[in-house]
């Protein structure tokens, strides 16, 4: 079980957006893309058989997962993640500073 799932709002730590939050839209192995961060401009060549115009094109590009933090809405913090197992074997995300389960 990952740390950081799709959907999660986090807050970045280190690089040139730190402080910023924003949603996990992919995770990618030890990568994750998050929604308006780490903004790159790609030169793409026009694709006439997909459809695609040239040009420069704005998108996300991949953060390490190291350089973020789950945000906790109750502290209005990133907070480390840590794992509980219950008595029915399932694992749940909790915030290791209060202890209080990440998905209700």
Same mark, same amino acid.
């Given at each position: 079980?990952?740390?950081? !799932? @799709? *959907? =999660?709002? %986090?807050? $970045?730590?280190?690089? &040139?957006?730190?402080? !910023? @939050? *924003? =949603?996990? %839209?992919? $995770?990618?192995?030890? &990568?994750?893309?998050?929604?308006?961060?780490n903004v790159v401009k790609r030169?793409?060549?026009?694709?006439?058989?997909?459809?695609?115009?040239?040009?420069?094109?704005?998108?996300?590009?991949?953060?390490?997962?190291?350089?973020?933090?789950?945000?906790?809405?109750?502290?209005?913090?990133?907070?480390?993640?840590?794992?509980?197992?219950?008595?029915?074997?399932?694992?749940?995300?909790?915030?290791?500073?209060?202890?209080?389960?990440?998905?209700?």
């Open positions: 079980m990952n740390r950081i !799932k @799709k *959907g =999660d709002q %986090v807050i $970045v730590t280190a690089g &040139k957006d730190k402080g !910023k @939050k *924003g =949603d996990v %839209v992919r $995770v990618l192995g030890d &990568k994750v893309v998050v929604a308006n961060i030169h793409t060549k026009p694709n006439p058989q997909a459809n695609q115009p040239g040009g420069v094109v704005e998108r996300e590009a991949p953060i390490h997962i190291s350089n973020v933090m789950l945000f906790n809405p109750a502290t209005g913090k990133g907070e480390r993640i840590g794992f509980k197992v219950l008595e029915d074997g399932r694992k749940l995300r909790v915030f290791r500073s209060s202890g209080e389960a990440v998905d209700a």
